[in-house]
Nanobody, 123 residues
């Protein structure tokens, strides 16, 4: 019954911006936290950012610090990832994830994953 659908990926030039969105079909305690992972070609899956519907946020380290912002629209069951000052290193498939806590999202032990949306930054 729970599924996640991402959108907003695309091709942008370095320094540009994109906003990703993820809509959750059904919110339960198992989807109390939403987040974003990304996986670049040849690299391991990496946590980007996460939030809870109640307002807690969590960001990853230096790679995205100060450039990405996660936000939500509770009425629409949607989480957003605003990505600014994009770099070629940000090129990856971005996945929306949902789990019972930010910890679950952070460690990638979430039950629900979206299909993924491709972000490509030209340089």
């Amino acid at each position: 019954q729970v599924h996640l659908v991402e959108s907003g990926g695309g091709l942008v030039q370095a320094g540009g911006s994109l906003r990703l969105s993820c809509t959750v079909s059904f919110r339960t305690y198992k989807t109390s936290a939403l987040g974003w992972f990304r996986q670049a070609t040849g690299k391991e899956r990496e946590f980007v950012a996460g939030l809870t519907w109640s307002g807690d946020n969590l960001y990853s380290g230096d790679s995205v610090k100060g450039r990405f912002t996660i936000s939500r629209d509770n009425a629409k069951n949607t989480v957003f990832l605003q990505m600014n000052s994009l770099k070629s290193e940000d090129t990856a498939v971005y996945y929306c994830v949902a789990g019972p806590s930010l910890g679950a999202c952070n460690y990638g032990v979430t039950e629900y994953w979206g299909q993924g949306t491709q972000v490509t930054v030209s340089s």
